[in-house]
């Protein structure tokens, strides 16, 4: 599996197989996703910033990102959202948005 497209087809086949295409409406995967990054956050909350993961919490943080990841994909895959074409036109409005002149070392305030 090496690239998106693999893991999305992969999620497709993985939720088929157990007829759960009924319980994943972008709502629900939405919510879903949502309560994954909120783990994920939870393993470093109490953490200095500069701690480093290590061990079973690098472990436990690797699985938590992995379920943020297929949660992701699978919403994407539901709303017929093409995550590397949307990603890459994301990426290029941030970078025509935030040029390099301007923005080096300096974190954008939001309106």
Do not use: C
């Not at 993961?53 to 895959?77: C, P, S, T």
């Not at 948005?97 to 309106?111: D, L, M």
Request: glycine share 6%; aromatic share 8%.
């Amino acid at each position: 599996m090496a690239d998106l497209e693999d893991l999305t087809a992969r999620m497709r086949e993985f939720t088929e197989a157990r007829e759960w295409g009924r319980f994943h409406d972008v709502k629900s995967l939405t919510l879903a996703l949502t309560g994954e990054v909120g783990e994920v956050a939870e393993l470093v909350q109490w953490l200095p910033a500069d701690a480093v993961l290590e061990g079973d919490l690098q472990a436990r943080f690797g699985d938590e990102l992995a379920d943020v990841l297929l949660y992701l994909v699978r919403l994407a895959d539901v709303a017929g959202v093409n995550l590397v074409a949307a990603g890459l036109a994301k990426l290029q409005r941030n970078e025509d948005r935030f040029p390099i002149s301007v923005y080096r070392s300096i974190a954008p305030e939001h309106p």
